[in-house]
């Protein structure tokens, strides 16, 4: 005979972040190696390609290094973002 059969389990309701979104401390370490170390050399390259507007040869490049296409697409997004404040700071300092 089971003695824990009438026992009920409640959880407490906590505030919970989405499974795969980054925690705080990850991201401030993220962005320390990002200071420290700068971009890699294929996200340098790539960026180049993005200056001369070669979108989708950057992309086919992007994708041959980091695996799958949304993660290129995403890459992709990414230094171009960063391209963009470079651009907008560089205009700022004039």
Known sequence: C???IYYI???QDTETQPPGAP???TKFVRDMIWKVCGFETYERRAMELLKVSKD???LKFIKRRVGTHIRAKRKREELSNVLAAMRK???KKD
């Open 56 to 58: 989708k040869q950057g």
């Open 23 to 25: 925690h705080n401390h």
């Open 9 to 11: 389990f409640h959880t």
């Open 2 to 4: 089971n003695i824990y």
């Open 89 to 91: 700071a560089a205009g």
